[in-house]
């Protein structure tokens, strides 16, 4: 009987410390999610937005190394609004491109490690051991980024390569905004199992924002595929980028401190 008793202590011992272990791995990935997530949206959000000071602010930097190209100068503008200056013309030129290529390429390792550390985050709740749709999209939408933030800028008198230049943008697009949809997916069927992890208002938030995404992509995809409209086409570029990283600020507060 002792013999029992002692045994049934020793399991339930057993399951307490593989709780705790288990409850310790969520909060450490539930913690570097936040963080990542705080990196993906303020470095490239930081970085466009300093190349436009840059292209309107020309002028503080003539006379030094760092002279800007005409490529790149512009007068005031919100191209939030008014759509007179591409995130492309912002960037490209020399010497914001030493500031965007960089942040993208960072941003393109981030969402790495983002897609990543979700994938497992999921697969540890679920006593699975597989690579999750999302993850596969988001890493796929990181090495896009990073492709296009190479190509961005290099002269190639080439009608092919302008083309696939669009397309791997585009197909950094496409595979971002799946990744999210599929992820919002899995952590509403189970929020609320998560219910002490999650802020489920900010659930409701990203799946609203990822809904708007994808129906302001195919809504707008005529327009884009005209030549015209061009100053509403750059308004776009802006507001839809910075949408598109609004997903990784909302990421932060959806997870709860876990300290």
Known sequence: MAEEKLAQKKEELEKEIRKNNQK????????????????????????????????????????????????????????????????????RTFPQYLIFKPAMILTAILLYYYWKNNND?????????????????????????????????????????????RVVLLAFIIFEIIAQGILVYHFFKIKNLLSELINKKILIYKIILVSILATVAVLSLPILLNKDNIHFKHALEWNYFVGVILFYLLSKFFWKRTT
């Not at 993906?40 to 760092?66: G, H, R, V």
């Not at 296009?148 to 230049?165: E, T």
Request: hydrophobic share 50%.
């Open 121 to 165: 985050l999921i697969n540890k709740y679920k006593s699975t051991n597989i690579n999750y749709k999302f993850k596969t999209f988001g890493i796929l939408s990181a090495i896009f980024l990073a492709a296009h933030s190479v190509f961005l800028g290099i002269k190639f008198d080439i009608q092919i390569y302008k083309l696939l230049r």
């Open 24 to 91: 310790t791995y969520f909060m450490n990935e539930i913690t570097q999610i936040r963080k990542l997530s705080l990196w993906i949206f303020f470095t490239p959000f930081i970085a466009i937005n300093l190349c436009l000071l840059i292209s309107q602010n020309y002028e503080i930097l003539n006379n030094t190394i760092f002279a800007v190209d005409m490529i790149g100068r512009s007068g005031f503008t919100i191209p939030y609004i008014d759509g007179s200056l591409s995130i492309s013309r912002a960037s």
